[in-house]
């Protein structure tokens, strides 16, 4: 089972070094994405990421820092706008992006700290 597991990685390590594919480290990368994650919406910029090119699409897996967009029914209230890093995964083709991030809320005084997943569109500015 071991040898199995090896083997894969090693098959999964050699796809992303091939000739015709590229894997970078970037600062930026030019994707705005506007989405939806726990009752609320979010606008994201990709950050630091990790990512890997074939033809015309593009896969990051990186930080996503963003303006969450939320109104508290509670009291005492939080802002509507808050800023917020999240993590996840973005596939992009030509000038489009469609993103999963994951968002970490805090743990509160009546909740415990959880992950929210979310859903995402975008443009990818660096190709228009």
Known sequence: MKNLLALLLL?????????????????YDGI?????VDNGGYLNFTGP????TSGNSKFILGMLPSLRFKTDHETPKNAF???SLG???????KVFAIQLPLYYNA???TQNGSWHVGIGLGLR???L
């Open 49 to 52: 990421n990790i990512n890997a």
């Open 32 to 36: 705005i994405v506007a989405g939806y």
């Open 81 to 83: 706008v808050t800023p």
């Open 125 to 127: 500015l660096n190709e």
């Open 107 to 109: 743990k509160t005084a």
């Open 87 to 93: 993590i996840g995964f973005t596939y992009s083709y």
């Open 11 to 27: 098959m999964q390590a050699t796809v992303l070094y091939a000739q015709s594919d590229k894997v970078k480290i970037e600062l």
